[in-house]
């Protein structure tokens, strides 16, 4: 699942080239040192995209939010204790991932998994890795392990999205961060 590739959102993208490449002039040609250039810069900078791709796909992977999936969708409310995973709750975040902008929904995983004790967590993997077995066809792999480890990689995944958000990669914030690093 790949989020849609909008042009605003590569404007930092677009800036690193600039500052690493220099400025294309209708006659400059591409070499294969620009094309690498290119390609190193655009997968430096794909790290976002590809959170918001791979949190996107770990939805994919439980029960639609349909009829058919209600059952799971109100099982895991009631073992997670919380209502930020519901399909209700996280739509819109969901909706706005699919356009590149994974911020939103990354908040409201992370504040649900927070907000969950250790006994609700245990409870909602097991619904989880019971769907994920059911769905994947998975059925000598034990629910508990599967469902944590969905857990954690839903946690981790959004914990990446928000990082790769920070917006920090500005002239000023790179000479500060080389300098801070070159007096140690």
Do not use: C
Not at 47 to 70: K, M, S, V
């Amino acid at each position: 699942m790949l989020p849609e590739v909008r042009p605003h959102l590569s404007t930092p993208l677009t800036d690193q080239l600039k500052h690493q490449l220099g400025p294309a002039s209708g006659t400059s040609q591409l070499d294969v040192e620009r094309v690498a250039g290119i390609a190193v810069v655009a997968s430096a900078h794909s790290g976002g995209y590809a959170a918001i791709g791979h949190l996107l796909g770990l939805l994919a992977a439980l029960p639609a939010p349909t009829e058919a999936g209600e059952r799971f969708w109100s099982d895991l409310w009631r073992s997670s204790g919380t209502a930020y995973l519901l399909p209700a709750t996280i739509k819109a975040g969901v909706l706005e991932s699919l356009t590149g902008e994974g911020t939103t929904l990354a908040r409201q995983i992370l504040s649900a998994v927070d907000e969950m004790t250790l006994p609700q967590r245990l409870a909602a993997a097991a619904v989880i890795g019971q769907a994920l077995i059911e769905s994947d066809h998975l059925p000598d792999l034990k629910t508990q392990v599967i469902g944590e480890l969905w857990l954690r990689d839903l946690e981790l995944t959004a914990w990446h999205v928000l990082h790769a958000d920070r917006r920090s990669d500005d002239p000023v914030g790179r000479k500060a961060f080389r300098e801070a690093w070159s007096n140690v």
